[in-house]
């Protein structure tokens, strides 16, 4: 039920396909528009494929069916497959029921896939086998049979794939979660049930298991989970002797990193991870932190540690340096699809900010990003849905900043050049989601790299 843009679906069909099953894909797309993903599953010659729409005939008949994830649970579709008591299971679902390795999970509502990909280069730096999949974009499935018992499985998931692995009892050998803010609200409709979702990567641990959580969120530590802890801060912990938990992590002023365990006496290990980063931005230091925590736990040196972070480079469309122009340099940072990754974002800079800000309505408060647009930025590119409402709320804040609500992309990054000078960054950090002007946020960030290149070109 809808094959989705990043592989996964697939992925699913294919597997499913190799082992015997008769797959059926129901998808909204028309079949012209499914035209390439029906290519590339062409050597699969008994695919049945229902485009255009999700109709019940497709359905009624089926075994199980595997959801897309970006499928909201109210989807009339859904509600009465449950009803008639079709099984319902995703892609990740598949894997986490045929996985045989060890497994890191990592959510949070920001920093989840740069947290997820430190783990891997991490623990891959120590020596052991790892894999790295999930919702940073690429399905394990085709794998499975590559995986061993000793083989470490490091996995991103979103709140829309912990709502589905909730129904299997998944439960991590590790849990990591970065932070916890409002999003998706569309999807999940109350902030709740979005919590209640993201709890899944704790639901299910026994004291057996180990979970990383932000020490800074008052939210997560009112989590309730039965694993052994790690809690991380971005500064010293008014306590440092651990009471209840077994290791504190926190990050000095320097970016030194700080690690308490509870033994039989106080063992503090320091690690300079801003000398070993090669990210931008404090909340990368965080994630660092968040991700050595979590490779130490999988076994990883203090060497492997240092390696680890030294060869990493940023994610597309996080933070990604994508080009320079005239003495401007364009930060690629597509993937921010919430207020609070923009804000770190804009806190990663010295230089003046010239931000492409706005998208897709998600139904979350706007003000704070609003806010620290007016204070931060030099002046501000809006686009899609949330232009208007992010308008008003800088102005607020700040009459005097420039701003210019564009009715398409081309036309915002031009306006965006305009208001710059030699030294300053041009920025696309939406902190929106992409659905309304763009395919995903990937394809908002390709085509920002594009404008790039022609510039310079």
Not at 444 to 449: P, V
Request: proline letters at 4%; hydrophobic letters at 40%.
């Amino acid at each position: 039920m809808g094959l989705g843009g990043f592989g996964g679906g697939a992925a699913a069909v294919r597997f499913l396909a190799e082992q015997g099953a008769v797959v059926r894909v129901s998808d909204q797309r028309s079949g012209e528009e499914l035209g390439e993903a029906i290519a590339e599953l062409n050597d699969l010659s008994d695919i049945d494929w229902q485009a255009g729409g999700h109709h019940w005939s497709h359905f009624s008949d089926a075994d199980f069916v595997v959801v897309n994830p970006a499928v909201p649970p109210r989807h009339p579709i859904v509600k009465r497959l449950e009803s008639a008591g079709i099984p319902l299971t995703s892609e990740m679902n598949l894997f986490w029921s045929l996985n045989p390795g060890r497994v890191v999970a990592v959510t949070g509502s920001n920093g989840k896939s740069t947290t997820t990909a430190l783990i891997h280069s991490i623990i891959e730096a120590s020596g052991q086998r790892c894999w790295l999949g999930g919702n940073i974009g690429r399905s394990l499935l085709p794998h499975i049979d590559e995986i061993s018992l000793e083989d470490w499985v490091v996995l991103e998931l979103s709140s829309f794939q912990l709502h589905m692995l909730d129904r299997i009892k998944a439960k991590p050998d590790i849990a990591v979660v970065t932070n916890f803010a409002p999003n998706h609200l569309d999807w999940h409709e109350t902030l709740a049930e979005y919590r209640l979702a993201k709890q899944t990567i704790l639901r299910w641990q026994n004291d057996d298991d180990w979970c990383v959580l932000n020490g800074d969120d008052a939210d997560i530590a009112a989590w309730p989970h039965s694993a052994k802890t790690t809690l991380t801060y971005e500064e010293p912990p008014d306590a440092v002797v651990p009471k209840h938990e077994a290791v504190q992590a926190w990050l000095d002023d320097s970016g030194t990193a700080h690690i308490l365990r509870r033994n039989q006496q106080a063992d503090i290990l320091e690690f300079p991870i801003a000398d070993w980063c090669t990210l931008r931005g404090r909340h990368n230091l965080t994630n660092a932190l968040q991700s050595m925590s979590a490779a130490q736990l999988a076994g990883a040196t203090e060497d492997a540690i240092r390696d680890g972070l030294g060869q990493f480079e940023a994610l597309p469309h996080r933070l990604q340096l994508v080009g320079e122009f005239n003495g401007r340099r364009f930060y690629n940072d597509s993937i921010s699809t919430t207020p609070e990754s923009t804000i770190a974002a804009l806190e990663s800079f010295d230089e003046p900010v010239v931000i492409l800000a706005g998208g897709y309505d998600k139904e979350v408060d706007l003000s704070r990003l609003a806010s620290h647009i007016a204070k931060q930025a030099k002046a501000a590119s809006l686009l899609g849905q949330t232009a208007n409402t992010l308008q008003t709320g800088i102005t607020k804040n700040n009459t005097e900043l420039p701003m210019a609500t564009c009715t398409d992309f081309g036309r915002a990054f031009a306006w965006a050049i305009d208001q710059s000078s030699p030294g300053d960054v041009i920025l696309l950090s939406p902190g929106c989601a992409s659905y309304d002007w763009f395919q995903s946020f990937v394809d908002r960030g390709e085509q920002f790299c594009r404008l790039v290149e022609e510039l310079q070109r």
